[in-house]
């Protein structure tokens, strides 16, 4: 990977966000470059910001619930 070809703002971006650059550098090639090509219809910072943001969010999935009793929510049993 050029990352001599990586957007300056881009850049910016994912090195002051050191959960999404982890994130980025552990990417294959191919993922770089689709994320770069995803970046450059990004018009304003706050969507950069976002953008990026995306690459540090955990991917397990949120288990917190909001109400309590949605645990016992599903199937009936018997």
């Given at each position: 990977m050029d990352y001599?070809?990586?957007?300056?703002?881009?850049?910016?971006?994912?090195t002051t966000n050191r959960a999404a650059m982890d994130r980025f550098v552990d990417m294959t090639d191919d993922e770089k470059e689709e994320f770069i090509e995803?970046?450059?219809?990004?018009?304003?910072?706050?969507?950069?910001?976002?953008?990026?943001?995306?690459?540090?969010?955990?991917?397990e999935p949120d288990l917190h619930l909001e109400d309590v009793n949605d645990i016992f929510k599903g199937p009936g049993i018997g």
């Open positions: 001599n070809n990586l957007p300056l703002d881009l850049g910016v971006a994912i995803r970046s450059r219809g990004v018009m304003s910072g706050k969507e950069i910001e976002k953008l990026v943001n995306s690459l540090a969010k955990e991917e």
